[in-house]
């Protein structure tokens, strides 16, 4: 077994004191990152790492990038930083409303496709062209999320892009971005506002692991060969699904089931998992 220890603010002086805990040689992967490779699960380096806010996971030996096939990631809060229905609810003037109604539905504490209708229904009104303007004004990409997709590219990994947001945002960045998959919900318009209504079935976390199975099928890869990456209590099913699941910067709900999490570092923390 191999524990990956990184995070801003991980100095050399701390992965001395952890290869010491741990009996081995720490290897650098980068100025922030290192890997101690051989060693036993300790239940102490979890409490130790999450004191300092260094992220830590104990990964499989000889798991390598070049071995993956697919990596699925969610989009709002995961691939960028906001969630665009919070920042329509805002263009509203109902923000504190569907924000509070989004981070429910996160923890999973409400039905998710319930909590979609409510948070779009709030919407209604909206010109069309608030959706360009929250592409255009306040979606930001994730630190580190274009040198995982670079990552990706290169060892031609297949990227699906889930989210139980919405087609306009979705399939912009696919083809922004490259990415090969997208699945995400349809938002009605009419007379060039949006109804408060959505087109078709809802994008919900059963929509999202058929999704990913889907592929994966497709692309004949083993279970050791995909990677899932999630925020909140929806993206569960499509992650039990993977060979690796990372909860990044998410729920606690989310972080007890996942294979590992990523709490404080960028997006391409993702690549020093693999050899």
Known sequence: MNLVAQGPSLTDSQAQHLAQMLGVTPMSLSRRAFRFKGVERNPSVASWCEERQIDHAFVPEGRRF??????????????????????????????????????????????????????????AGLPEASLLQVYEERLGLTPGAEVLLKKCKEHRVQVLLVSGGFTFF??????????????????????GKLTGALVGEIVDADAKARKFVEIRENLRAEKHQTVAIGDGANDLKMMAEAGLSVAFRAKPVVRARAGCALNWCALDAVVNLFE
């Open 170 to 191: 979705t399939e912009r960045l696919k083809a922004r971005l490259g990415i090969d998959h997208t699945i995400s919900n349809v938002l009605e318009v009419k007379g």
């Open 66 to 123: 070049a071995d993956l096939k697919l990596l699925a990631m969610d989009m709002d809060s995961t691939l960028i930083t906001i969630e665009c229905i919070d920042e329509l609810g805002a263009l509203a003037g109902k923000k504190a409303e569907v924000a509070a109604v989004t981070a429910q539905a996160m923890r999973g504490e409400i039905d998710y496709p319930e909590s979609l209708r409510r948070r779009v229904a709030a919407i």
